[in-house]
């Protein structure tokens, strides 16, 4: 999945990010399959189970029926159709989760060969927030970062400085 594009700047950030808000002695469900953020969250000493690779839009039973304190959702919720319903059944105290934002000047992103890797929604931060605090979430933090490429161009410059991704921390109401 990241050949040639391992997210190092985003790894750096979210890592940041979770130490700040969650204690390790907090048992985390994180959504989407085991991947190497993963294992930098285990190395850290986090304890962390992920779902399976079910599709959370028809079945979030594993959100329902986890007894984890923190939910985190790094980069999954563009992916969902309806993330609301999954949000509002979540009996965790705790979410940790970021966004890819949506950028005036660059399409959603699609993979035409892997229908998993496709965006369904890029948020703009203002949409994300309400999506939480009407899924029952109250934010009581944030954060956003830019994700230059090394590239030539109009769209590439306006990376520099356009922020990519936003992260929140959220407790339930």
Known sequence: ????????????????????????NESILDLGVHNPFTKIMQQEGYQVTNTSGEDLDVDFSAVVDTDA???????IF?????PLHLLSNSKS?????SIPLKLWFSPAYRS????????????EDWQFDWLLEKAGWEIQDSMKWTNPVKK???RPLLRLFTSRYYIVYATRK
């Open 112 to 123: 035409k060969t892997d229908k998993w890797d496709r965006h369904y929604h890029e948020f």
């Open 152 to 154: 030539i161009g109009l």
């Open 1 to 24: 999945m990241y050949e040639n594009s391992f997210p190092n700047k985003r790894y750096k950030h979210t890592l940041e990010f979770l130490r700040k808000h969650i204690d390790t």
């Open 93 to 97: 105290k705790k979410l940790v989760a």
């Open 78 to 82: 563009e992916h969902l159709l309806a």
């Open 69 to 75: 304190d923190v939910l985190t959702a790094f980069e």
